[in-house]
């Protein structure tokens, strides 16, 4: 019933910027937590940016300054807003979200993934 949609993505030259959005739907109580992982070629998947519903923002070190992550409740949508891209921030972009769903008894809740887009940032 859940869905998120990742969008955007694409090739940039080095310094440029590119923006992300995702957006959730399906039964939806609340989003806890919602934001983007990436994983490079050869890599583990890593944390990016992530915001809580409270507000509270979590980044990677590498990206702090460089990448701004919003989220729009009304919507269930989340925009990633990346400046001075570099090579290595080259990868499949996922986004995340902590999503609780009603079932019979109250709720469950769990992670949710979007499809994943590319961005490629050339030197």
């Known amino acids: 019933q859940v869905q998120l949609v990742d969008s955007g993505g694409g090739l940039v030259q080095a310094g440029e910027s590119l923006p992300l959005s995702c957006v959730a739907s399906?039964?939806?109580?609340?989003?806890?937590?919602m934001g983007w992982y990436r994983q490079a070629r050869g890599k583990e998947r890593e944390l990016v940016a992530t915001?809580?519903?409270?507000?509270?923002?979590n980044y990677i070190d590498d990206v702090k300054g460089r990448f701004i992550v919003s989220r729009n409740d009304a919507r269930n949508s989340a925009y990633l807003q990346m400046s001075g891209l570099k090579p290595e921030d080259t990868a499949i972009y996922y986004c995340?979200?902590?999503?609780?769903?009603?079932?019979?008894?109250?709720?469950?809740?769990?992670?949710?993934w979007g499809q994943g887009a590319q961005v490629t940032v050339s030197s």
């Open positions: 915001m809580s519903s409270d507000g509270r923002t």
């Open positions: 995340y979200a902590q999503i609780c769903i009603p079932n019979h008894y109250g709720l469950t809740c769990g992670p949710y």
């Open positions: 399906g039964n939806i109580v609340r989003i806890d937590i």
